[in-house]
């Protein structure tokens, strides 16, 4: 082969291999990047409210983590119950929320827990919410992988629960804890009762716990002008989809409520001196935050009662408030600066303390 031919072939060949390898360092780049824009969102619900040094060591064991970032703490003495929301890349978001079942689990006795908030273990539910780069179909596959973690570690029987869901009862989070805590005591041991991962043995201590992945639930509490807790519970049968049972001609029948997507209780809080519908929003398309508190100041004034205002418990995407803004001010050149404080005030939003958005708009606390 001629000495000039031979050459030619030669850097022919390693142009190629540049090029392939400009290519895979690209496709590997792009790989990279699309991992780390990935954000899983973490609403875990633990069973203490009252004493500030428990929920500090949980809000600790989350810091610890890197990648993991605690973005709220909402706390309520009478439910004796605190909500933290965190994100970030998903095994660094897994690996904090385990750290903290395993902190709550050591640390929060429930034999000795009372509140208002129907409950069933230390950490009550763990849900991880897809919130960028990620499918629903991945943050089941790390809840799952955190369900077994939990079970098979810490010897807590784990329950999944929406997407997660093993079985399509269990897709409701009321259904697994109807009985709360102290009705598993009995109820574990039933064949149908069998937790998804850990023993199937009550646990007096840390108790059971339900773990998931579902789409973003609006935590919001409707405020009233009155201490009588049988008008919110009324409201909120009416309120809730799954309405309310009434006996007529000796038979029993189910009334729906009003708004899809929507569950609902109501209860008297000390610690406001007053009664609260509470609800659970957890298709914010399907029925919007302000239908929510429109809905229930209506009903309110049909039993003589003023909605003073409302409460967000944990955090809400921006969205919520700029259509809530949009709704009570149909001015189309309105920013979202003027959205987000009309939406504030009509809402009522700082009734019981200070609203702060930059501290509960997810997107403004992800900056």
């Known amino acids: ?32 990047n699309q991992h ?34 605690l973005l709220h703490i909402d706390s309520g003495a009478s439910a004796n119950r605190t909500v933290m929301t965190f994100a970030g890349l998903p095994e660094a978001v897994t690996e904090a929320a385990f750290r903290a079942i395993a902190t709550a689990a050591r640390l929060i006795d429930m034999r000795q827990h009372t509140g208002i908030h129907p409950r069933m273990g230390a950490t009550d539910v763990c849900p991880l919410v897809p919130v960028r780069g990620i499918s629903m179909q991945q943050a089941v596959h790390y809840a799952r992988q955190l369900g077994e973690r939990v079970g098979q570690e810490l010897g807590i029987p784990v329950y999944l629960y929406e997407a997660a869901a093993t079985r399509p009862e269990r897709k409701n989070l009321a259904y697994i804890r109807a009985g709360e805590y102290e009705g598993f005591r009995q109820k574990i041991y039933l064949p149908e009762w069998a937790p998804d991962f850990g023993p199937q043995a009550f646990q007096p201590g840390p108790g059971q716990t339900v ?78 935050v302000h239908q929510v508190y429109e809905t229930v100041k209506e009903l309110a004034a049909k039993r003589g009662v003023r909605v003073t205002g409302s409460e967000l418990v944990g955090l809400a995407p921006l969205k919520v408030f700029t259509d809530a803004g949009a709704f009570y001010l149909p001015n189309p050149h309105a920013g ?6 009309e939406a504030i005030r009509q809402l009522g939003l700082d009734d019981l303390a200070p609203f702060d958005p930059n501290q509960k708009i997810l997107e403004y606390c992800l900056k």
């Open 336 to 341: 979202e600066e003027e959205l987000v404080k």
């Open 211 to 288: 773990i998931g992945a579902r789409d973003f639930l609006i935590a919001y509490n409707i405020n009233l002008d009155t201490a009588d807790e049988s008008i919110a519970r009324e409201i909120a049968a009416e309120v809730r989809e799954s309405g309310r049972v009434v006996v007529q001609q000796g038979k029993k029948q189910r009334i729906p409520g009003r708004l899809k997507a929507v569950k609902a209780i109501g209860w008297y809080v000390p610690e406001f001196g007053r009664a609260q519908v509470s609800t659970n929003i957890t298709h914010i398309p399907t029925t919007p």
């Open 1 to 32: 082969m001629p000495l000039r031919r031979f050459r030619v072939m030669i850097s022919h060949a390693c142009f190629i291999l540049k090029k392939a390898g400009q290519s895979l360092q690209k496709t590997y780049k792009q790989v990279s």
């Open 36 to 69: 780390d824009s990935a954000i899983l969102e973490c609403v875990p619900n633990f069973s203490e409210g009252r004493r500030p040094e428990v929920i500090a060591a949980i809000a600790d064991a989350i810091r610890g983590v890197e990648g993991a970032k």
